[in-house]
């Protein structure tokens, strides 16, 4: 985990490009009581938003878009494994388990969680 200070120099981006982007939702760094600490998928984030303003030329509108989408993926790929999990602990073919963690509000609560590993 690191500080803001190590983070910003690490990622290569100002210490104000990092409370624009965590504001923005697109980085999330735990809160602590010595202040904000943020991880290693904090700093391969900050790489993609990188290259995404760089060399593929998105604009903000779409870098909130892709993460979003990466979010949900990720959300998606734990159900899976929870279901999965269930299917195989039940002896289930997990059809029934199934509907019920692809549920939009189950993978919302949990698109973050997957994403961050919290």
């Not at 980085?27 to 904000?36: F, N, V």
């Not at 700093?43 to 909130?64: F, K, P, Q």
Request: aromatic content about 8%.
């Amino acid at each position: 985990m690191f500080d803001t200070k190590e983070f910003s120099r690490l990622a290569g981006i100002s210490s104000a490009a990092v409370q624009t982007w965590t504001k923005a939702g697109w980085i999330c760094p735990r809160q602590t009581r010595s202040g904000q600490r943020f991880s290693t998928i904090d700093l391969a984030r900050v790489r993609l938003i990188l290259d995404l303003r760089g060399s593929m030329g998105v604009n903000d509108e779409g870098i909130s878009i892709i993460l979003h989408l990466i979010d949900q993926i990720y959300a998606l790929r734990s159900a899976l494994h929870v279901v999965s999990t269930m299917a195989i602990r039940n002896g289930s073919d997990g059809r029934n388990i199934t509907v019920a963690a692809f549920k939009p509000e189950w993978v919302e609560r949990h698109r973050r969680k997957a994403a961050y590993g919290r």
